[in-house]
């Protein structure tokens, strides 16, 4: 009897499990990003009120058993939006379908996207270009430290230096060439200054809060405008208007007083079709080197009015309002005696912080936008923006201010009375210590740069199952204002001037306390220099694009007209001599390409194009007069790239090869080094000089490849390797100017004129970029809400750029360049999310970046062999004379983050 007890009990318990197995149902589906549709590897998936649950593959699908007929799954991924999906199953297998997660950063989603046919991302074209793409939640991971251009450090071919530490002086490079010479969009529009084409990061210290994506096309890139950037693009795309209400609170913290707070709100789109968002940041800290001392206030604004299907309006504007202290390269041997923070550029008077570099600005940016769709294959795209740019930065005028040899500071008190010593000149019966260029006075000068900028941007969009079509306008005006003032007498009660317009000179009583806001200098109180520069731009685009699914092809080409004007108050007396003659150059640019995709999942591409680029305005006039540079010409730049590429459910992979001629180039530069020079008078002195040099060419060619792997649920792993051979095919002519503008010839050591002004650049590296990279990554989701993250990178062949005295001459000729050290850096981080009632959460974030303290150079501004420095205690660091002047790169810096979203 007991051996049938235990049979029943055994076959009822069998049955039992039996049907509760059978019982359970499947339930399957797919997490994306909602911003692209792209997978989520990694995403816990649970079943409300239990222990189930399971995580998603590399291509973001789930599947798990349930015993329950109907419920709800709770889905959650770190650096998103938690998701309550409703299931109802009975026994069955049943598809939730796509599940799009909302990213959980502190900037804003949009819902009506601003300007979407003139924005030219990589993916909307179905032929690739070599890209990279930096996504909302990745800059939000990044530590509160970070500069935008660092948010990019982490792609083959891109180089960064941080340029003194200054906030926002850090220069991207991206395959060798600078960022003058690499297109930066912002919803499309161009952001590069037209007339140098420069990128200050420090206007745009804002930008990575509201940014959306940010895409780095290397090479060619993807852009319809005749924008003829020679090393690749960055396409900046912020956000617009949120489709719900919502907001977000954050505090930061760091080393070196950092502090940063941000706030952001979206009322939503109501039922009309009218929403806003908006955004306010304040940022201050005193840097990490010494003297480099910041602050910024940056602001958001975008209103948005969709009133039908067909129609989308939006209205942003985004600026901030920023000051920094800046940091220069300066002799390894000064930052071995005084620490490789140390900064010369401050010192102290009467006990107050006194800073001779400071650079300040303010530029806001406005566009409207609206977006057509015509029907099913036409839309129309337009965009009206405008810029007002207003600031400048601070620096010496007349002699130099003497400096504490015990600290290396600037000995502002010992200046002063410098200053005070010049004897007195009587002005209507009072005497006054003026002070001027021969009398070795010394004060601080506020150089304005001030900008009205507008534009035009419109598109005509066809496409249908094959074809993708598409041309328009690109309409630029820009009106450029610099000009002089002084900041500070130091001691002075006046300064006597003298300009080319006013030989007789005059007296300057005035001090203006310039800043972001207000620039205003009475026209008679402006010094050294006052002109007014202005640029028209017209231009037409078109693209057309194939594809069958297996093939695809395209064919660009862009055309574009400048005019150039400039009017000097300085230099000339009347009106006629003052405007200088208008200037007209035409550009173009052309660009094809093709895609094949082969046996699943392999794909090969290949892109050429060729540019004719005009010259910058400050290339075609010489030594900031009126008069034409009969060497400025249009650049000539051609471009070659072969791609591979490979998709799998774990691995992914890219894979390039590349070569840019640039022939025809011209440089005008600053070398912030006193240089010994001769003056038209045959005097020689010491001063800062300006050099303009034509007829460059460079060849670039290189190899690059990133990966993407997903070994395991809650981790993926992400490398980079790229190798270049970047270097000048040829020497170049060179002219020379002092502080004044004023031509003059450099001298050696001996003080013997360098006559020869052949500057021997044959077969020079191109400098400041490693042409040798490479970097590991690890994102790991160790338990539900705890996230860590760990980056790193190495760079190597790093070459010195030259200083204007460096290869010139043929005493020169043979002159070696320098390669500075290799080095390698480790970032690191970690998250806490915290999921609360009611759809909000919290996160608290710690950043650790250059985790080892590596001592490196990221920049080094000469070529001064061993052997230079002969009467120091040290004369050599790492190989190194000590009297080459470097950047010495940032070293171990923190940052601590809570984030509150609402």
Sequence with gaps: MRDVSKGFLATFSFLFTASAVMAQGVISGTVVDETDNGPLPGASVVVEGTQTGTMTDSNGRFRLRTDRDSGALTIGFVGYDTQRVRFSTSGGTTYVGLIALHPLA???????????????????????????????????????????????????????????????????????????????????????????????????????????????????????????????????????????????????????????????????????????????????????????????????????????????????????????????????????????????????????????????????????????????????????????????????????????????????????????KIAPTAISGRDYIIGDKKSHAYLLRSSINCHDWYGLLSSLNYGDANWSINGGVDLRAYTGYHFRAVKDFLGLDAWRESTAARP????????????????????????????????????????????????????????????????????????????????????????????????????????????????????????????????????????????????????????????TTWEDRTITKWSHLDQRVQSADGSIKKTEVLTNQSGIGQTHRGAEFDFRAYPRRGLSLNGFFSYGHWKYDKNVQSQTFDADLKPVKLVDKQDEVISDNILYLKGKKAPNAAQLSLGMGLDYNIFKGLHALANWRYYGKLYADYSPSDFLGADHRDKAQIELPDYNLLDAALYYDFHLEGGKSLRLQFNVDNVWDASYFSKMSDNNPVGTTDKEAVTTYKGIDVSNRVYWGLGRTWSAGLSLRF
Aim: a neutral charge.
């Design 504 to 659: 007789d000179g005059f007296y300057v009583f005035q001090t203006y306390k310039s800043n972001a806001f207000d620039t205003r200098v009475r026209a008679t109180d402006r010094i050294n220099y006052d002109y007014k520069e202005q640029i028209n731009y017209g231009g037409l685009f078109g693209q057309a694009e194939y594809s069958n699914g297996v093939f695809s092809a395209f064919v660009q080409a862009a055309g574009s007209n400048q005019s150039y004007a400039r009017w000097d108050y300085a230099n000339y007396l009347t009106p006629d001599a003052q405007k200088s003659d208008r200037l007209d150059h035409w550009g173009y640019d052309l660009k094809g390409g093709l895609n094949l995709k082969l046996a699943s999942p392999h794909s090969v591409f290949a892109n050429v194009g060729y540019y004719s680029r005009q010259p910058f305005q400050d290339n075609l006039f010489l030594n900031y007069r009126n008069d034409v540079n009969p060497l400025a010409k249009n650049e000539k730049i051609s471009g070659m790239e072969l791609g591979y590429r490979f998709k799998s459910r774990y691995f992914r992979a890219h894979a390039n090869l590349y070569n």
């Design 106 to 420: 502190v900037a804003l989603k949009e819902v009506v996207v601003v300007g979407h046919g003139v924005i030219d991302m990589a993916d909307e074209r179905k032929t690739p270009v070599a890209v990279s793409t930096v996504t909302a939640v990745q800059m939000q991971e990044a530590s509160a430290n970070a500069s935008f251009p660092t948010l990019l450090a982490e792609t083959p071919s891109i180089y960064v230096n941080g340029g003194g530490g200054g906030q926002g002086d850090a220069q991207i490079y991206v395959r060798g060439f600078d960022q003058v010479n690499t297109a930066v969009l912002v919803n499309g529009q161009p952001v590069n200054g037209m007339e140098d084409g420069k990128v200050y990061w420090s206007n745009w210290s804002g930008i990575r809060d509201v940014a959306s994506s940010v895409q780095v096309q290397r090479g060619l890139g993807a852009s319809k405008l005749a924008i003829s950037s020679v090393g690749g693009s960055i396409n900046i795309v912020t956000k617009a208007t949120e489709k719900k209400e919502g907001g977000s609170l954050r505090y930061d913290m760091g080393n070196d007083e950092l502090q940063k707070m941000t706030a952001s709100y979206s009322s939503g789109l109501n039922e009309r079709g009218w929403g806003f968002s908006t955004l306010i940041s304040r940022v201050q800290g005193d840097g990490y080197f010494d003297g480099t001392r910041f602050k910024s206030f940056a602001y958001f604004l975008s209103v948005g009015y969709k009133p039908s299907a067909e129609h989308q309006f939006n209205f942003m504007i985004f600026g901030d309002a920023q000051q920094h202290d800046q940091n220069f390269t300066q002799p390894i041997g000064t930052l071995l005696k005084y620490g490789r923070k140390h900064n010369g550029n401050y010192g102290y008077w009467n006990g107050r912080y006194l800073t001779e570099r400071r650079n300040f600005y303010n530029k806001p940016v406005a566009n409207f936008n609206w977006d057509w769709n015509i029907d099913k294959n036409f839309s129309l795209s337009n965009v009206l923006y405008a810029s007002w740019g207003r600031g400048g930065g601070t620096g010496p005028y007349g002699a130099y201010a003497l400096r504490d040899a015990e600290t290396g500071l600037k000995d502002w008190d010992a200046t002063v009375e410098r200053n005070r």
